[in-house]
């Protein structure tokens, strides 16, 4: 058996970025502003920032080889990650830039617990580079998008939005990072509301 878990929502972060947003909610739960607490992160990507950055916090973090695919993970590789979430006792698996799309294995050790947060107002813009896109496409706003997965890419259902205006002279980098000030906002005060309601398994 594993050692007993307190009774606060435990999240298993999964990121292949330079963890940002791993950052916003770490700082939130210091900050006491979410009631969870961080049980490992977890990367695709060996030297990922947001492991260097985990392990600064001093959480357990975690490199999980992806095998040989490059948009998912190998079959055995999520079956393998799915199991260290499990053992780590996590109740939601959050992905903070993590670019591989999600499969049966951790779909189904995990159904309706792993959310995401993605840059435009979904369903417009899923996909890369989604601020791109969106300028391109002569929005007059974005913003960001935290939802659950499905088996989809960027389809699940809607837990909530922050829209940022397109201004006239932006370019992907400036909306990106008007996104990206959303997203630190949006992702804490999402987990805010999660953990408030969370009552932990019997
Ligand atoms: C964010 O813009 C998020 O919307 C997307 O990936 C990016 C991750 O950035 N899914 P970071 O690693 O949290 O800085």
């Given at each position: 058996m594993n050692s007993s878990r307190t009774s606060k929502l435990r999240l298993g972060i999964l990121g292949s970025g330079k963890g940002s947003n791993f950052r916003a909610i770490a700082d939130a739960i210091a900050a006491g502003?979410?009631?969870?607490?961080?049980a490992i992160v977890l990367s695709d990507v060996e030297d990922a920032g947001i492991l260097a950055l985990a392990r600064e916090r001093g959480y357990a973090a975690e490199y999980a080889p992806p095998g040989r695919f490059r948009t998912k993970m190998e079959p055995e590789a999520e079956a393998r990650l799915a199991r260290r979430l499990k053992e780590e006792k996590v109740d939601l698996v959050v992905l903070a830039g993590y670019m591989r799309m999600i499969k049966a294995p951790l779909l189904e050790a995990f159904p309706g617990r792993i959310i995401n947060i993605h840059?435009?107002?979904?369903?417009?813009?899923?996909?890369?580079?989604a601020w791109k896109q969106a300028l391109e496409a002569g929005a007059a706003s974005t913003g960001c998008t935290v939802h659950f997965i499905d088996?989809?890419?960027?389809?699940?259902?809607?837990?909530a939005q922050a829209e940022v205006p397109i201004l006239p002279h932006d370019t992907p980098e400036s909306v990106h990072a008007r996104i990206q000030e959303a997203e630190h906002r949006l992702y804490p005060e999402v987990l805010a509301a999660i953990a408030k309601e969370f009552r932990p398994p019997s």
């Open positions: 502003l979410v009631d969870a607490e961080v840059p435009s107002l979904l369903p417009a813009f899923p996909g890369l580079a088996s989809g890419m960027d389809t699940g259902p809607v837990i």
